[in-house]
């Protein structure tokens, strides 16, 4: 199994800085990939970035695309997620995922992945 436990959220004002940390255990050797998904009130989980180790990429999505980034330090035993620039569209709770295999748009739904955290909560202030 794979335990995966998200930090860094918290309350930040619009034009701020914020990263993100996944830390996983367990049987990390499982995981090719690792994505990080969102989920604001009354809305469906949305995808926001993977790593790929497998393939040895990163993807975001078209709303975080020059502002957020995973890091070049990341490792299998740990994700993060830079926030740049963050504005009150992205408050919502972020969650870190982790998926056994896959490629392309198959990353990019949330219901193929296997592992999840419980989430952290980032709040944009106006």
């Known amino acids: 199994q794979v335990q995966l436990v998200e930090s860094g959220g918290g309350l930040v004002q619009a034009g701020g800085s914020l990263t993100l940390s996944c830390a996983a255990s367990g049987r990390t050797e499982s995981i090719y990939t690792m994505g990080w998904f969102r989920q604001a009130p009354g809305k469906e989980l949305e995808f926001v970035a993977v790593?790929?180790?497998?393939?040895?990429?990163?993807y975001y999505a078209d709303f975080v695309k020059g502002r957020f980034t995973i890091p070049g330090v990341s490792a299998k035993n740990m994700l993060y997620l830079q926030m740049n620039n963050l504005k009150p569209e992205d408050t919502a709770v972020y969650y870190c995922?982790?998926?056994?295999?896959?490629?392309?748009?198959?990353?990019?739904?949330?219901?193929?992945?296997?592992?999840w955290g419980k989430g952290t909560q980032v709040t944009v202030s106006s």
């Open positions: 790593l790929s180790w497998s393939d040895d990429y990163t």
């Open positions: 995922a982790g998926v056994r295999g896959g490629s392309g748009s198959y990353l990019l739904r949330p219901s193929n992945y296997d592992y």
